[in-house]
Structure formats: structure tokens, C-alpha cells
Nanobody, 116 residues
């Protein structure tokens, strides 16, 4: 099994920055892709960004140019650097771990609140 623990959320003003971390433990050898998702109040969970084990990334159009996903395989940790935050970025951010396209674990989530 894989366990994921997110950290780094908090309250920030519009235009500010935050860096989220997601530390994986357990059977991490089985993980290839890791991703960040978010869920705003009253909305469905949506993809923010993904990164494969070889460093290939993809992100939602709404965060392109503002958010950067990265990973440190030696530390089994994935990061989400969020810059130029907007009020619409408010939500609970979750990371997940995938193997061959199937989700094998979700973190508990970390709350990001962007205030104007």
C-alpha cells in the first residue's frame, strides 16, 4: 500500500504564492504518475497537474503559467508551486498516486484559501 501526506496549504492573498508538498510512503516502488487535484466548495474534484516518474508533466489550462509540479524521487515527494494565486484557486488540494493509470492512493487533502 501507498500512503500520501500533503502539507503546505494555508491562507494567502490574491497574487501570493504557496508550495504544497506530498510525501509518499509504503510501496512507493509501485507508483509511476503522481498528481495534484483540487475541489472547490460545491464543485467536483478536478485535475490540477500530473507528473510521471520520468518527469513528464501536464496541467490544467487554468493553472498553466502559474503552477509548477515537480517531484523528488529520492524523497518520494511531489511538489506543487503555486504562484499568482487567484480567488478561484481556493479549495482542498489532494495528491494521488497512480500505477498504470489506476489510482492507488489519495492523500487526506490540504486546504488552500486565497483571499481578496
Amino acid at each position: 500500500q501507498v500512503q500520501l501526506v500533503e502539507s503546505g496549504g494555508g491562507l494567502v492573498q490574491v497574487g501570493g504564492s504557496l508550495r504544497l508538498s506530498c510525501a509518499a510512503s509504503g510501496s512507493t516502488f509501485s507508483v509511476d504518475t503522481m498528481g495534484w487535484y483540487r475541489q472547490a466548495p460545491g464543485k467536483q474534484r478536478e485535475l490540477v497537474a500530473l507528473i510521471t516518474s520520468t518527469g513528464i508533466t501536464d496541467s490544467a489550462d487554468s493553472v498553466k503559467g502559474r503552477f509548477t509540479i515537480s517531484r523528488d524521487n529520492a524523497k518520494n515527494t511531489v511538489y506543487l508551486q503555486m504562484n499568482s494565486l487567484k480567488a478561484d484557486d481556493t479549495g482542498v488540494y489532494y495528491c494521488n498516486a497512480q500505477r498504470f493509470g489506476a489510482v492507488v492512493a489519495w492523500g487526506q487533502g490540504t486546504l488552500v484559501t486565497v483571499s481578496s
